[in-house]
């Protein structure tokens, strides 16, 4: 709890000018995985785990495009991916973090992410394959 305490007063003395409460900050201490630890001197102390487990970048990919994709075009080498206003970045993310052997890199404004292809066929395969997300 003293631990906690501390959390929650030392946003005031950075000048930050938040105000949390114990609970804002255990909710936020849970949902980033922090584990509870001592240091050399016994001190408890929050740390991020050594061993994180990251997402299947698949199930990523499905959750964004499922919530947020809207279209899938092939045209050319280029997938054209249309989306809701401001997710286009977290879907080419999600894409790039496939690493795909189809997908030679993504390129993503607003509301569109262009996915390059190395050749049309790969292209058009591709967008099947996105466009099975969305259905």
Avoid at 26 to 50: A, M
Avoid at 68 to 80: E, L, P
Wanted: aromatic fraction near 2%; charge should be positive.
């Amino acid at each position: 709890m003293h631990i906690m305490l501390g959390l929650c007063r030392r946003p005031a003395t950075w000048g930050a000018g938040c105000v949390v409460t114990q609970a804002t900050v255990s909710r936020d201490i849970r949902e980033l995985g922090l584990e509870k630890t001592r240091d050399p001197l016994g001190r408890p102390r929050y740390v991020v785990p050594s061993t994180v487990r990251r997402p299947d970048p698949r199930e990523a990919l499905s959750s964004v495009l499922a919530q947020f994709g809207r279209r899938v075009t092939a045209a050319g080498n280029i997938v054209v991916v249309q989306s809701e206003l401001g997710t286009a970045p977290p879907i080419a993310r999600a894409l790039d973090e496939l690493a795909h052997d189809k997908i030679v890199g993504t390129l993503a404004g607003d509301d569109t992410c262009l996915v390059v292809a190395s050749s049309e066929r790969d292209a058009r395969a591709l967008a099947r394959e996105l466009s099975d997300v969305l259905s």
